[in-house]
């Protein structure tokens, strides 16, 4: 089901996103949908237009009728004053179908998946993360668009320390959620020692772009059952330069201070840092934090670190590439104060969220799209020897090559050695969560 985006761009322009009104016709490329809509703007009789968020096409149209059909990547805008019913906003959604319930199902061959609750029509970027007792906690951004006025952080929490088929994940809770601003990038964070859960998050002027983007924080006292109760303090603003973006989790350093990977979206070419916050210090409080940079790392994003032995102030980052083309990693052998230049390792990257984990076997598990375009496969990946070769290899999800899949993060379960809980965007219409194994994992060689 479509969902409309926010009122309108320029003020006469209504958009709907997930919708294909002009299929057909002569086109240009255009780098983004505001610069689609402004093609159509500068066009005498333009009453609508089309943009492919994948290929970047963009088709305007001087027709007055308003149909079309669903695709996932298009976003198509009319004029309200030349189109007669593209006023008209979508028919409400329909209930969540069963299997967009919550409930862990076996998925077969030693599988579990569940297909979180939508509170609303998008949603994107998770982040599933588990506390002292088990409990599984999950966090990500839901509302009309990614981008827009009102898009929230949304809150879930299993029902059932221990995990198991039948337990379900709990309808989303609006965290954070402010008129004008969109919130994005949920990261968890739980501080067992404190027994804390924390959650970072972006947030911007709607409709502005990240570049305009901040960090905020808030957190949850965890009970002795593992819940919050999404009892989470009100959000405070601790990275205030414009173009600040948090994605991925947060790294305990040995002196037990706070690694959290940032990136920068104020200038061109965007760039990976790291903020430090000392142990004990207020995460609230800005001064409390200190940042420290990559080295010839210019076009990389979203860094996930991981320590590549328990002890070893040894942390390897893995990155998102700008350019599309390979996943890229740093080195950094003193715990995260200064890193080596990011090379491009063997896998690939479509410009897409990624997430790294080191298992307790001594594995790295690293869960991405296998491709340099597209979001379609999903894949986990297991290296043997620290990230440098991939042995393993194995599909999370894939259909017709078409759909969106992405935005993975991973943990290992703190009780069972080689379970790992993995959460992903399934299609923008929910969050999707999987359990699998690293036997699961291992029983197809790449």
Known sequence: M???????????????????????????????????????????????????????HCYCSTSTDWKGTES??????????RVPTCSHAPAPPTPSPP??????????????????IPPFASNHASMVEQ?????????????????????????????????????????AATLSQRKGYSNQNAVLYSDDKASVLHLFHSQQAGGKGESAATVW????????????????????????????????????RLDGSWLLPLYEQGKSP??????????????????????????????????????????SPELKAFFRD???????????????????????????????????????????????????????PLALSLSEDNGTTWKYTRILEQLDGKQEFSYPTIREDKAHDGVMHVSYTFKRKCIKYSRVTEAWAMATPY
């Open 322 to 376: 700008r350019k599309a083309r390979n996943i890229y990693t740093s080195i950094s052998h003193d715990d995260g104060l200064t890193w080596t230049k990011a090379k491009p390792n063997l896998l690939p990257n479509n410009n897409a969220g990624i997430h790294a984990w080191r298992l307790r076997s001594g594995r790295i598990a690293l869960v991405y799209n296998p491709q340099t375009h597209g979001r379609d």
């Open 72 to 81: 996932d990547h298009i976003t198509s805008g009319c004029r309200k004053d």
């Open 131 to 171: 506390v002292d007792n088990g409990r599984l906690h999950m966090a990500w951004f839901s509302g009309t668009h990614e981008g827009q006025d009102g898009v929230a952080i949304v809150y879930s929490e299993l029902n059932a320390s221990s995990g198991a088929v039948g337990s379900a994940w709990s309808s």
């Open 217 to 252: 924080h808030l957190s949850a006292q965890v009970d002795a059952e593992g819940r919050t109760s999404a009892t989470f303090t009100a959000p405070r603003e601790i990275f205030s330069k414009p173009g600040s973006f948090d994605k991925n989790r947060v790294v305990e």
């Open 270 to 311: 965007n760039y990976p840092s790291n903020a430090f916050l000392p142990a004990h210090e207020d995460p609230n409080d800005p001064k409390s934090w200190s940042m420290g940079s990559y080295s010839d790392a210019e076009n990389l994003v979203q860094p996930s670190v991981v320590r590549l032995a328990p002890g």
């Open 2 to 56: 479509f969902a409309a985006l926010a009122t309108a761009m320029a003020g006469r322009w209504t958009l709907i996103d997930d919708f294909n009104a002009v299929p057909t016709g002569t086109h240009s490329t255009e780098a983004s949908l505001g610069a689609c809509q402004g093609r159509c703007d500068k066009e005498e009789r333009c009453s609508q237009f089309s943009w492919n968020k994948h290929s970047h």
């Open 99 to 116: 299997e967009f319930d919550g409930v862990l199902r076996n998925a077969g061959d030693g599988r579990t998946d569940a297909y979180l």
